[in-house]
């Protein structure tokens, strides 16, 4: 599959999808490796891949989604890995640290160094030498980062997961010694009036105290998901589904429990509403930027060069996400499958800060989600990558896998680490709805993709007995005309197929 | 660069020098994505793709280096890298143990449990997502589970390394409780007399005596090693060096004290030289095989069936390596480099046993050998692949990464943890050998690249102003000759980069 963001330590890596835009050269250069893959333009990139080392030529390829991308093919020394001296300044620093200092005689001390310097070592390692994903800007170092934090944090939970509960929380003291101590009880919900006519100095105050941190939080929470969904009906849903689940468990974790205008106006309409709002605007932007890529020292101006240091930190090319969960079974069953994890994703927040003692204002926290924000992105890119191709061929991709072993793995950690409160049982009405509402996807699932074919299988057989008669009837002295019916038979599967497709 | 060994999900994704072959119909599949890199065999190649999809084609191509590569491009489930079906199973299996399984009380148990349980999840995703290194047979999960083992190998040192000596050695009681004790002393040398006259039952018992399992070890050691290497002269002085090593370092390591037939006749000509012996020969073979890998289910006979089973345990194409060392001052540094390191991680195998009191029988210890034979060669090519590249844009291999930190670090722990051994000085006349041999080996560099080009460089320019008046005293009237001097420069200054690089 083609993966328009995905550059190779600098030099365009783009895979073109074999077919000729008539507006692109579409010439691939990887690593002095020239592949052109249109007969008729070959001599002309030819000529242009000749340029190429002397970096004057205009490459502008056409990526074969969204978007033509225009690369210079600059490879200076900030793209590059720097594998050999990173090992080297590791190794000197290693002979430093370990040779040169004395080593203290506490064994936890050094056991936690030990450990902290592994993790440093595989985070130099990563750096350099992970497999890149599919996103290449600001540097493809920086993914790269991220998708070892990734692991490192992916085997802690793990570690966590094979504790018993108690020495579980007491671990966290060895990240911050304040941790592992009961969190105190909290009142929440309480006054719901939007106008308190008790309070006269200021009958609004309700709506002043919920107007916190949260608030920006929520916004940019959502701005930024929005810019991992790129959907506006799948963040609405993800958005109202969220409600529906912090009513539903407001039994189990009571920091769920809000207004009801808390609810939908402030945390739907408001905060959500406008950070997709202005997600969908971003996305609008990107979808139409042009995707110019020359090297630094090849602008002239100031202001260019300023400008290009700016857009370093917007995507290397764009890929407008089509996600069309009704088009076929398989990718209906993956939308409500990755609904359904990013909602598993979202409540694990709050049921690990609850089972892990860990006070809602925590760096850890924050720091989680800082991780999500940077991991979430390629994780969902790469699941579209996945679905996108037709034949299963293609791996799911190694931040997407991880994402979804971290959310299975945190949410076993909540089930492990508190089963009575995962256990409370819902409300007979909550109970009643969510029924209700599974009940209704299921039906639509099974007309939709089962009935619905079978009706129009059926309207396509009788169409088709209608017609070959016609076809029989017809004299088979052309050779054109030889194998009408066989003809018509692929043009009536290929039909099927396309409307069972749409 | 070309990476002809390498193959991406059991696709061929060689990378073609971009050169039409005339025997090769190159014609490059990946992931469904076609990039014929010959524009004249572009229509037979569209046609050929076609077929592909069919599994009917056939494919030859030309690797770029030693050898034609037949891949019909089959990807069957054996070559599929399984991502999702491995994160269900792993869900599962965390569910089982985690969930459904009583969590013991231990703690230490419990830790010991959760860092295996972090081993395996890190094997779980390394095998199926890691990036794939130059190897793809039998398999390249094979070769990615070899790179997690070395990620894990190498964490471990690191945090061996920061225990104190004490700690250290006592950590290894985690892995096997018998372990931890100090090794007793052992006798070495000893009688050296070939034929024994005082021994009348068997004169010769002296050399029977040294026929233990260690000279097949020797032996099947410098076969792989050879595999790895791939060069006759590389290997013998790799081999020769490390008797004299063995030679100037038995007074620090006593195992190393052995008779001087023993060092000589047994170890360098019987054991190592057999072992390059048999290993030249198989690379002789190995060059000249042909590479053609057909669909086990597309081979018509049993026997077919059987050869291609048996001939997945060969290379998927093969690359000859040509080290030339004296072609240039980096590929000098580099090979001497490279056999250093060699040699480096030969003496850590015997240092390492002494200093973290392992006995030379150990299961460890065999398997750091077994460790060793997986990840060398793969490191080799990756090193060789990084030296053939002349812009030092690639990135030095992931495998040659982590084996050169790995050597470094398992040194480090031997000057940590046994500074008194290491520090024993070299006795006189064994100080003065090493000292000869360096000083000859810089003063060869010195001719060679410096003195050398500076004498063929001052011929060149004396050649060339000799040349100059005989260019001005032709007529100009030629356009073909408009810039003799400018054309004779060129020549001059490629003929010298030739020099020099020959």
């Not at 996945?386 to 791996?395: G, R």
């Not at 009935?451 to 054109?480: H, S």
Request: proline share 5%; glycine share 6%; with cysteine.
């Amino acid at each position: 599959m083609t993966k328009p963001e995905s550059k190779k330590s600098g030099m365009a890596a783009i895979s073109s999808t074999g077919k000729c835009a008539a507006s692109a050269a579409a010439a691939q250069v990887n690593n002095g490796l020239v592949e052109p893959d249109c007969p008729d333009h070959s001599t002309h990139i030819r000529a242009n891949v000749m340029k190429q080392t002397s970096r004057e030529s205009m490459n502008w390829r056409n990526t074969g989604v969204d978007c033509e991308v225009y690369d210079d093919g600059t490879n200076t020394f900030f793209w590059r890995a720097h594998t050999v001296t990173v090992l080297f300044i590791l190794t000197c620093a290693l002979v430093y640290v370990t040779l040169l200092e004395e080593t203290p005689q506490d064994t936890a001390y050094n056991t936690k160094r030990g450990i902290v310097a592994s993790i440093l070592v595989f985070l130099c390692f990563g750096v350099t030498q992970a497999k890149d994903g599919p996103f290449t800007r600001p540097h493809p170092a920086y993914w790269r980062f991220w998708l070892c934090v990734t692991v490192v944090y992916e085997l802690f939970l793990i570690f966590i997961l094979f504790q018993t509960v108690h020495d579980g929380r007491q671990f966290m003291k060895y990240i911050d010694p304040k941790l592992g101590v009961p969190l105190p009880e909290r009142d929440y919900g309480g006054n719901c009036l939007m106008y308190d006519p008790g309070n006269t100095t200021d009958p609004f105050h309700n709506i002043w105290d919920k107007m916190d941190g949260f608030v920006p939080a929520h916004f940019l929470g959502w701005y930024i998901k929005t810019l991992m969904i790129r959907d506006w009906w799948m963040c609405m849903i993800i958005s109202v589904m969220f409600e529906f689940l912090e009513y539903s468990l407001e039994h189990q974790l009571p920091n769920f429990s809000e207004c009801w205008w808390d609810h939908w106006i402030m945390d739907v309409l408001l905060c959500n509403g406008l950070g997709i709002y202005c997600g969908m605007k971003t996305l609008g932007w990107l979808s139409m930027k042009p995707y110019q890529w020359q090297g630094l020292w090849n602008i002239p101006t100031y202001k260019g060069k300023i400008k290009r240091i700016a857009f370093q930190f917007t995507p290397y090319s764009w890929v407008k996400f089509e996600w069309k969960p009704a088009s076929n079974l398989r990718r209906w069953l993956a939308v409500l499958g990755i609904i359904f994890m990013f909602l598993l994703a979202e409540l694990n927040t709050f049921y690990l800060k609850c089972v892990l003692w860990m006070p809602p204002e925590h760096y850890l926290v924050l720091l989680r989600l800082v991780f999500f924000v940077n991991v979430g992105g390629v994780a969902m890119r790469e699941i579209y990558d996945f679905m996108d191709d037709p034949k299963f061929h293609k791996k799911l991709g190694q931040q997407a896998w991880l994402v979804a072993a971290i959310t299975v793995t945190e949410f076993l950690i909540v089930v492990k680490y508190d089963p009575n409160t995962i256990m409370l049982p819902l409300p007979f009405f909550i109970t009643q709805c969510w029924f209700l509402g599974i009940l209704l996807i299921f039906t639509w699932t099974l007309w939709r993709f089962f009935i619905r074919d079978i009706t129009l299988r059926y309207k396509e057989t009788r169409r088709r007995n209608q017609e070959v008669p016609t076809d029989r009837e017809r004299p088979l002295g052309n050779g054109n005309t030889a194998t009408p019916s066989g003809r018509s038979k692929l043009n009536g599967s290929s039909e099927t197929v396309r409307l069972r497709k749409s």
